[in-house]
């Protein structure tokens, strides 16, 4: 399903494989549009469909529920002093469809990620990814948190 709004865009892969990427849709969440083009870029390169979400709008949570994910790359703050790309992530979670949808918690905040990290522990298929990091260490954790099982 494309989203339509601005900074809203679906890209789909091209191709066939055999690996996990077959039919897997991945949504990034995140308040700088430069990120969000490069993300998209890699995923869509990785043969991963791809829905970028701008994190600034009021709205970020119903698109990534419509946008019906296989995973989650989301933004620590969103751009914002509070945690805002936590609580997001907290409410998706809440959702009975998403609850353990495959995710990984993506930030410069190191600070942050650390005073996360003993929750983020005891959470199932979910990591975190300090930026900066290389491409291939995301496409490697995303592997991973895509494969974990189910509780």
Known sequence: MALTSPRVMLRTRIGASSQVTDHTHIVVVNDNPEFLDVMAD?????????????GDRDNALELVQAAEPDGLIIDLRLGRDE?????????????????????????GDIEGLDGLADTVAGMRRVATLQKPFSVDE????LQDVLERQRA
Not at 84 to 104: C, F, K, M, S, Y
Not at 138 to 141: E, P, R
């Open 42 to 54: 890699i995923l869509h390169d990785h043969r991963y469909a791809a829905t970028v979400i701008d």
């Open 138 to 141: 995301m496409i490697n954790l």
């Open 83 to 107: 945690l805002h790309g936590w609580e997001v992530l907290q409410a998706i979670r809440r959702d009975p469809r998403l609850n353990e949808l495959p995710t990984i918690i993506c930030s």
